[in-house]
């Protein structure tokens, strides 16, 4: 089966290496191999011949621009595909991302989800939670020598690898036509997660709860983890830490 990776970050990358090992004929697709989705340039090319296309890029920001970045690449993707003759476009979103219009981003990738659903193209939308590579970075907003400052926000964060394996039996099964979550085994708040990840760093630092510290401070109740149906994946973050 010959498919297209859009994006070759974190998840991407993994996602091509997984999807040739299954067997399949892969094409990653990224601003460094000529395609441009804010363009056009190089869409045709790369989505020839696929059957089905994955989407895994980020808008270069996470304001309000992130808003026209996926509404122009959307529209570029989906209409390069129907000229290719794509069977299937999936696409990694966001768990609870139409429940928090206050941040621009989670609007942007709502929005994405939506064009997707309305476009020429059978569809798969794959909901993840927040990775466990982003645990760290998201801390480092707000910290400083002395403390952590954090959000008790409930997460149930996922390996990035578990992603990958989804992601790679959704694109070569059936178009699910809606929407898969899934998320990590196990149910933490954020600043929980902070004191175990400064523990199995050595870092004495406390975590402060401050419910108005950093992005996720306009998140509340459990908007960020999984319904009944979801599809949770093996590796416990403790485990990841230690791994």
Known sequence: MKITVIGTGLIGSQLATELTARGHEVTAASLSSGVDLLTGAGLDMALAGAEAVVNVTNSPTFDEQSIEFFRTTVGNLLAAGERAGVRHQVVLSIVGVDQVPELDY???????????????????????????EFMEPTMSWTSDETAVRLPATLL?????????????????????????????????????????????RGDRRPVVVDDQAGLFAAVHGDVLTPGPGARLAPTRYQDWLNG
């Open 106 to 132: 989670y609007r942007a990738k709502a929005l994405q989800e939506e064009l997707l659903r309305g476009g020429p193209t059978p569809y798969s939308i794959v909901r993840a939670t927040q990775f466990f």
């Open 156 to 200: 149930q964060p996922i390996a990035s690898r578990d992603i990958v394996d989804v992601l790679a039996d959704v694109a070569t099964g059936t178009p699910l036509g809606g929407v898969l979550e899934i998320a990590g085994p196990d149910t933490f708040t954020l600043d929980e997660i902070g004191r175990m990840t400064l523990a199995a």
